[in-house]
């Protein structure tokens, strides 16, 4: 793999698909303007509503999301993560797989993921979740995507970072790269996300690509923001705060090898 730019992006998406694929776009061209060759946009980028509301209109967000997906990265010569979107499972109508989809500067289709670990929680500030009343769970482990260029790219979705069994496969195969895109809640983030994406980067020796939902998305529903990258040593290297924007820094490769060869944890494992 070579050093390069990579870019989180933050958004406040709403329940409005057309808005949100436009400040997507906007956001996608300020990540290449300022240089990013690989970037992520979050989950739910396409559409953040009521589960029902999402579930309804799931069709119609899958197939405008992986369209869009594949345009910007052809267009802006890109490889772009779509960090979660519904697509419909064809059997049970009323239920959706929660899917994060990686796309070539081609717009060729280079990896997808189905969400594995649903969120369904009763948040100490009065809010509940129940992600699997519409979501399918994924039954496979995520996949890495091997890159000459950016290294092995593993995926995974908000929740499954609570999971570090998740993260240890995809480091036994290999990873360089982790992309965790979230929407995650304000109440759990502000104590939660920065030191769980910081354990999964210093536990695995990988970067951490963090895209992130933020701000009041609709009725209660608010989320964290700080979209963020992470170095192998668990260094935060871009955060963008609370507002939307993006997250960018380098995945430097010689970086990569330095903390593997000061801190060979991995070598160094008894079980599993």
């Not at 406040?12 to 808005?19: A, F, R």
């Not at 908000?158 to 979230?182: I, N, T, W």
């Not at 980067?201 to 963090?210: D, F, H, L, M």
Request: with cysteine; hydrophobic share 40%.
């Amino acid at each position: 793999m070579k050093s390069y730019l990579a870019a989180a992006i933050q958004m406040s998406s709403k329940p409005d698909l057309e808005n949100n694929l436009v400040e997507a776009e906007e956001l996608i061209e300020l990540a290449v303007r300022r240089g990013a060759e690989l970037i992520g946009l979050p989950e739910n980028f396409a559409f953040m509503g009521k589960e029902a509301d999402k579930a309804n209109q799931a069709s119609e967000i899958a197939l405008k999301a992986e369209k869009f997906l594949k345009r910007m990265a052809q267009r802006f010569q890109v490889t772009l993560l779509g960090g979660g979107f519904p697509v419909p499972v064809n059997d049970e109508p009323q239920k959706a797989y929660n899917t994060a989809l990686l796309v070539a500067p081609s717009g060729q289709e280079l990896a997808r993921y189905r969400k594995v670990h649903l969120f369904d929680v009763n948040v100490p500030d009065g809010n509940t979740y129940q992600e699997s009343s519409t979501v399918m769970a994924g039954t496979e482990l995520p996949p890495l995507y091997v890159s000459d260029i950016y290294g092995k790219i593993g995926l995974s979705i908000c929740y499954d970072v609570r999971f570090p069994e998740l993260y240890r496969h995809l480091s036994d195969k290999g990873a360089d790269v982790l992309f965790v895109p979230a929407a995650f809640t304000a109440y759990t983030g502000k104590d939660h996300w920065k030191v769980l994406l910081q354990a999964r980067a210093i536990e695995n020796t990988c970067y951490i690509i963090a895209p992130a939902q933020t701000g009041n998305n609709y009725e209660r529903r608010y989320t964290h923001g700080h979209a963020m990258i992470i170095d192998p040593w668990g260094v935060i290297l871009a955060d963008a705060g609370e507002q939307t924007g993006i997250a960018i820094a380098e995945i430097n490769a010689s970086r990569l090898e330095q903390v593997r060869r000061q801190m060979p944890s991995l070598q160094h494992r008894v079980f599993g």
